[in-house]
């Protein structure tokens, strides 16, 4: 059988914007996450409840990137190009984040939250 890749992110884009990626990335379709309603008797089901969508991760901090271009990020399109062949769209997205540098490591830890995730199909 031959190898695949099915770990890591290849890039990260703000409306098709590239950025220096570090670490691990996390992210959040916002699908309904449900939970048990449970009473005295017993378990009754289970309810839904709404996730945010988000993409969460790192970039590296460089001359070209404008801090408040990233901070004031509002209504746009986060997308992740992931290393197994996947890409994943955060819509009418926002910056979530507190824009905290690292300038030992150069890092600014990112989260974008959005009203609607997805993947992307080919």
């Not at 992110?9 to 990335?25: D, E, I, P, Y």
């Not at 309603?37 to 970039?59: I, L, M, N, T």
């Not at 399109?77 to 992931?82: A, G, N, Q, V």
Request: with cysteine; net charge negative; aromatic share 10%.
């Amino acid at each position: 059988m031959p190898s695949e890749h099915v770990a890591g992110v290849l890039s990260f884009q703000l409306n098709g914007s590239a950025f220096r990626m570090k670490g691990t990335w996390t992210y959040n379709l916002g699908r309904v996450k449900r939970e048990a309603v449970v009473g005295s008797d017993g378990v009754h089901g289970y309810k839904e409840v709404p996730q945010v969508p988000f993409f969460e991760g790192a970039v590296t901090d460089g001359r070209s990137l404008v801090m408040d271009d990233l901070l004031g990020f509002t209504e746009g399109t986060c997308t992740l190009h992931l290393r197994n062949g996947k890409v994943i769209e955060l819509r009418e997205a926002w910056f979530a984040g507190e824009g905290t540098v690292d300038t030992e490591e150069s890092e600014i830890a990112v989260r974008f939250e959005g009203l609607g995730g997805e993947e992307v199909r080919p």
